[in-house]
Every structure is written in structure tokens, then in C-alpha cells.
Nanobody
Framework: QVQLVESGGGLVRAGGSLTLSCAISGSIFSINAMGWYRQAPGKQRELVAAFTGRGNTTYTDSVKGRFTVSRDSAKNTVYLQMNSLKPEDTAVYYC???????????????WGQGTQVTVSS
């Protein structure tokens, strides 16, 4: 079993920054890909940023240059640094883990409970 616990969401003004954290516990060795999804009201859940099983990073186009995914292996924690936030970034953000090499939809095996990020204009 793997547990993912997010923290760091909140309310921020447009142009501001937030950092999300995801603490990982349990059968950590089973996870190869890690990252973040988000789901805005009325929209499908989308992959925002992730580490692939080979350690490469991938970002959805709308956050490139603004968001950075990072990890601290010693703390078993994955982060999402979000800068220059926009109202359209408002969503519930989910930490996600996969046992395969990628974290695309359909390949996520573990989910966190989600944390709300709200960006006001």
C-alpha cells in the first residue's frame, strides 16, 4: 500500500506563488512515476507535471515556465512550485503515483486526497 498526503493549497491572488507538497509513505519502492494532476470544476482531471520512471520531467503546456516539479528522496516528498499563478489555475490538485514508467491518464495507481488551490483575479 502507498499513501500520498498533499499539503500547501490555499487562496492566492493572480501573479502570486504557492508550493504544494506530497508526502509519500508505505510501499514506496513500487512507485516509478510521480507527479501532480488537477481538476477544475466541470473539467476532466489533467496531468500537470510529473517525473517519469526515468527521472525526466514533463509539464502540460499551460504551466511550462511557471510550475516546477521537484522531489526530495530523503524526505520521500514531491513538490510543485507554482509561480505567476492565474485564475485558470484554480482547481483541486492531486498528487499521483504510478508503478509504470509514465503518469499519463490510465497509468496512475495511487492518488492523494487532493488540495484546493484558488487564484483570485
Amino acid at each position: 500500500q502507498v499513501q500520498l498526503v498533499e499539503s500547501g493549497g490555499g487562496l492566492v491572488r493572480a501573479g502570486g506563488s504557492l508550493t504544494l507538497s506530497c508526502a509519500i509513505s508505505g510501499s514506496i519502492f513500487s512507485i516509478n512515476a510521480m507527479g501532480w494532476y488537477r481538476q477544475a470544476p466541470g473539467k476532466q482531471r489533467e496531468l500537470v507535471a510529473a517525473f517519469t520512471g526515468r527521472g525526466n520531467t514533463t509539464y502540460t503546456d499551460s504551466v511550462k515556465g511557471r510550475f516546477t516539479v521537484s522531489r526530495d528522496s530523503a524526505k520521500n516528498t514531491v513538490y510543485l512550485q507554482m509561480n505567476s499563478l492565474k485564475p485558470e489555475d484554480t482547481a483541486v490538485y492531486y498528487c499521483a503515483g504510478g508503478e509504470g514508467p509514465y503518469l499519463e491518464p490510465g497509468f496512475v495507481h495511487y492518488w492523494g486526497q487532493g488540495t484546493q488551490v484558488t487564484v483570485s483575479s
